[in-house]
T-cell receptor, first 115, second 109 residues
C-alpha cells in the first residue's frame, strides 16, 4: 500500500497570506490527524477528522482550520499567516476500527516558511 | 492534562554500545503508548505500540517495554544507521497523540 502523501512538500509564504496544505491518507484509512512540529514546541496536535467530521481539536487559534472529503483526503488551511507559523506540518492517518486504539502513520510533512 | 517526558534529550554512543531511552508519562487511563523514529526533515516512522504494563515488543536491535509510569526503548549493539530522534507519545481522546520532546540519538562509527 502507498503511504500517506502530502502536498506540497515545501512552501514559502509572506505574513498575512493564507495557505492550504493537502493530505492523502493510506488507502482504507478513514481518520486523518494534523500536527505542527517546531524546534521549540515539538509535535503538537492540531485536529482530527473522521468521516468528514472534526472529532478533536488542539489549542490553536481559529486561523487554523481543516476539512475532510468523502474520499478521506484532507486539507488544512492557515489564514493570515504569522512568522511563528513557520513549521513542519504533518498529517497522519489511521484505520480507526470502532473501539480500537489505532496506530497513526505519518506522511513526509509540508515545510512551511513564513517570511 | 496528560504529559510525556523523555530523557535524555540527547545521547551519543559508540557503535555497539547498548543503552536505553526513557519515556515517563502521566495519563488518566492509558489507551496506548507509541514509539516513533524521526530522521531530519522527514515524518515520524512508526516503531511500536504498547497497551499494558508488562508488555514488551522487539524489532531488530530495538526493544520497547512498558510499566505503569514509564516506557523504555532499549537499543542493543546500535549501528550508525540507528541515529535519529526517537519520539514517545500517548493517545488522548479521539486519536490525539501527546508527544514527548524526543531523544536525539547519535551513533558514532
Amino acid at each position: 500500500k502507498a503511504g500517506v502523501t502530502q502536498t506540497p512538500r515545501y512552501l514559502i509564504k509572506t505574513r498575512g497570506q493564507q495557505v492550504t496544505l493537502s493530505c492523502s491518507p493510506i488507502s482504507g484509512h478513514r481518520s486523518v490527524s494534523w500536527y505542527q512540529q517546531t524546534p521549540g514546541q515539538g509535535l503538537q496536535f492540531l485536529f482530527e477528522y473522521f468521516s468528514e467530521t472534526q472529532r478533536n481539536k488542539g489549542n490553536f487559534p481559529g486561523r487554523f482550520s481543516g476539512r475532510q472529503f468523502s474520499n478521506s483526503r484532507s486539507e488544512m488551511n492557515v489564514s493570515t499567516l504569522e512568522l511563528g507559523d513557520s513549521a513542519l506540518y504533518l498529517c497522519a492517518s489511521s484505520s480507526q476500527q470502532a473501539g480500537l486504539t489505532d496506530t497513526q502513520y505519518f506522511g513526509p510533512g509540508t515545510r512551511l516558511t513564513v517570511l | 492534562e496528560d504529559q510525556v517526558t523523555q530523557s535524555p534529550e540527547a545521547l551519543r554512543l559508540q557503535e555497539g554500545e547498548s543503552s536505553s531511552l526513557n519515556c515517563s508519562y502521566t495519563v488518566s487511563g492509558l489507551r496506548g503508548l507509541f514509539w516513533y523514529r524521526q530522521d531530519p526533515g522527514k515524518g515520524p516512522e512508526f516503531l511500536f505500540t504498547l497497551y499494558s504494563a508488562g508488555e514488551e515488543k522487539e524489532k531488530e536491535r530495538l526493544k520497547a517495554t512498558l510499566t505503569k509510569k514509564e516506557s523504555f526503548l532499549h537499543i542493543t549493539a546500535p549501528k550508525p544507521e540507528d541515529s535519529a530522534t526517537y519520539l514517545c507519545a500517548v493517545i488522548q481522546g479521539a486519536q490525539k497523540l501527546v508527544f514527548g520532546q524526543g531523544t536525539r540519538l547519535t551513533i558514532n562509527p
